[in-house]
Every structure is written in C-alpha cells, then in structure tokens.
C-alpha cells in the first residue's frame, strides 16, 4: 500500500493553492503526499514558476525526496525529512508571487527550530495573490491572534510582467499555535489605506483610485475615519510601472478586513478606487470579520492550532473549500460550517494542537 497522502489537485478551485497546501501539511506533519492534478483548472495547467520555486524551497527546508519537480509537472510526490530554520533565496527570474511562495512555506516555519530570513525576487504586487502590502497589513495582524509573528520587509517593488521585486521574510518559531475567535465584529472604527505609483505612470491615477475610494466610503459612513494616503515609489524603490491600492477596515474588537487591487493594462483609478471601496464596504455591512480572501488563507492555521477556532466570514469561497478538503485529508481535522442569513459563514474547527519537535 502507498505510504502517499493522495490530494487531488483538480478539486474545486483546482489551482495552485491545493499543491502550496498539501506540502505545507505534508512537511510540518512529517507525511509523505502525492498531488495529482496539479493546476488542472488552469488555462496552463501544471507547476508554474512560482509553484516550482516554492516547492523546491521546501526541498531544501525539509530535505525532502521529491519526483516531478518540473515546470507543468501535472504531478508530484514529495516526501519531507525535517525542517531546518535557516537563511534560503529564491530568484524566480519572472514576476512569479513572491507573497505565494511565503504562503507555502510559512506555516512549515513556525514549526522550524530557529528564526528563518527568505529572501525572494519576483513579483510583489501581482494579480490573483496576495499583494505584498495585504500580507503586511492583514495577514500579519490576523496571524498574530495564532500566535505568529513575522517581518516582510520590501527591498524593491515590482510588478508583472519584469518582475524585479524583491522582499526578505522573517519568521519566527512558536511552540504551537492559539485556537482564534474571528466573530465579533464589534463596531466599525475607520477605513485606511493608501494608493500608490511607480515608474512613469501619471499621479492621477493614483489620486483617482484614491478620490473615489474616499467617497464611497464617506457615502455610505459620514461620521467615520476614512484616510487614504498617495504616494509614488521613488525609483530605488520601484523601476517598473505600477500602480494599486490597498484598503483596510478596522472594527472595535480588532477585526481587520482589506482589499487589495493591483492596476492591470490601461488602468481606470476611479474604477480599481470604486470596486475596492465596494467590496470593502460589503463585508462592514455585513458586520464580516474576515474577508473573503483571508478566509482561505486561515483554513491551514486553524487545523493546526490547539483548540477550537472559528472565524466569522462571508459566503465560502472555492478556495475556502479546497483548502478544507486539503486540511481534513491531510491532518484528519474536520471542520464545521453554520451559515447566517445574509451570506454571512461560521467556519469553526478544533484544531490538531500540533507541537514544534524542535523547540
Ligand atoms: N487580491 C487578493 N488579495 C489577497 N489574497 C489574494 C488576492 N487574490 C488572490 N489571493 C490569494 O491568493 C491565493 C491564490 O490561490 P490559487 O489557487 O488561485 O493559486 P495560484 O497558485 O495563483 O494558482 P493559479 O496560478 O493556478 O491561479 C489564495 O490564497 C487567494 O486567497
């Protein structure tokens, strides 16, 4: 019989982040797994340049045996020794997410013997991941509820299609992670922000991202705080043509929602200002803790924290679901889903209390 955890890796969303998942699990709960499928819902299916350096940088933060390691593998076992807390760099060449690596190898690290420092080139701010100003401003603040703490510092911004960015990530290790209630809204405090610009974009587009942003919000909230700084990349910070804006929302108990938009081609600031404003001021309305894409983002933590965690969201997304698939194959949790009647979720699980064997 295969000693391989088998995930599937067509399932729902069936992109990349079944695969980030499952090797997570697989290196922190020492078990050896086989994605198959990889991607299969993608235009280009199979390991991108992101994937491929993110699982070859748990390779080498495990020691792992891997087979399939190639770019459009469709398939890949991956079978993990340890976790060496250390210093690792990745230059993907491309504008590969830099933030989708560290979502693969963050959970194995607090779960290293040590503090680790990576440091990525790629891209920062990329469509359909994390910009790196949401990890720095949501993530962290809803991953210290576990317990976690990390550093992302940005050495230099940079934007599809170059790339050229580059962050170093530290994390340090815990002992094991809190169980997190995420379900009291309590009461809307302020909405911040900023928008940005680099290289040889116009600044109107930033203030136009940042004009519409503020009167929606100022619409719908009169009374509230809502302050939205512009700025522009200076050139040692930024070479490339970019442009986004990051918003979050803080509540009373210490909810931080956020939507963060990256400008694609022939960017419309009023647009990007008054579709991040919109999505933002839908989960304020609906007294949401958590935002939809937070809530994928969580599943992996709260399997492993000591406990019961529940978070307070919005409808479920795919990737909420494949990442729940991901964690009950891998780490034998079950998590339960009450729904509320404005498409509110209470996404609750008891969590494995998994323990740092190198602590
Ligand atoms: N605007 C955003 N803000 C915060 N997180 C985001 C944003 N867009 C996407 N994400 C997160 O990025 C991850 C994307 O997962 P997905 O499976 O789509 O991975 P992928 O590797 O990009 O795959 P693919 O290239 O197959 O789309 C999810 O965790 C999702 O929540």
């Keep these: 019989m295969s000693c391989f955890v088998e995930i599937d890796g067509s399932y729902l969303e069936g992109g990349g982040q079944a695969l980030r998942n499952a090797l997570a699990l697989s290196v922190v709960l020492n078990r050896p797994v086989r994605v198959i499928k990889i991607r299969a819902n993608r235009p280009k299916p199979g390991l991108s340049h992101q994937h491929l350096h993110g699982v070859n940088l748990l390779r080498d933060i495990s020691n792992a045996e891997v087979k399939g390691n190639v770019l459009h593998s469709t398939e890949l076992t991956f079978t993990p020794h340890t976790i060496i807390g250390s210093m690792y760099k990745v230059d993907t060449r491309t504008a590969a997410s830099i933030t989708l690596v560290y979502q693969m190898v963050m959970p194995v690290l607090l779960f290293a013997g040590t503090t680790s420092r990576i440091d990525v080139m790629g891209g920062t701010n990329v469509s359909y991941s994390p910009q790196v100003e949401y990890m720095q401003q949501v993530l962290l ?53 900023s928008a940005y610009y680099s290289g040889r974009l116009p600044k109107c587009i930033a203030f136009d991202m940042q004009h519409s942003a503020e009167r929606e919000i100022h619409r719908l909230w009169p009374d509230h705080e809502c302050t939205i700084h512009v700025f522009k990349h200076p050139p040692d910070k930024a070479r490339d043509n970019g442009a986004g804006i990051i918003l979050t929302a803080v509540t009373s108990t210490g909810c931080i929602m956020g939507v963060a938009t990256v400008g694609e081609k022939n960017i419309d600031g009023h647009m990007i200002g008054s579709n991040s404003s919109c999505e933002l001021a839908g989960y304020i309305k609906n007294d949401i803790c958590v935002d939809a894409h937070m809530q994928d983002q969580l599943i992996i933590y709260m399997a492993l924290a000591k406990g019961c965690s529940s978070i307070r969201s919005g409808a479920l997304t795919k990737h909420t679901r494949t990442a729940i698939y991901v964690a009950e194959l891998m780490a034998g949790v079950k998590f339960n889903i009450e729904y509320g009647n404005f498409g509110q979720t209470l996404i609750s699980c008891e969590g494995i209390g998994h323990c740092n064997a190198y602590m």
Excluded: T
């Design 141 to 193: 603040p809803n991953l210290k509820r576990f317990g976690v703490n990390f550093d992302l510092k940005v050495l230099h911004y940079g934007f599809y299609p170059r790339g050229n960015g580059r962050c170093v990530l530290e994390v340090a290790p815990v002992r094991s992670l809190n169980a997190v209630q995420i379900n009291d809204f309590g009461q809307f405090r302020a909405v911040r922000g």
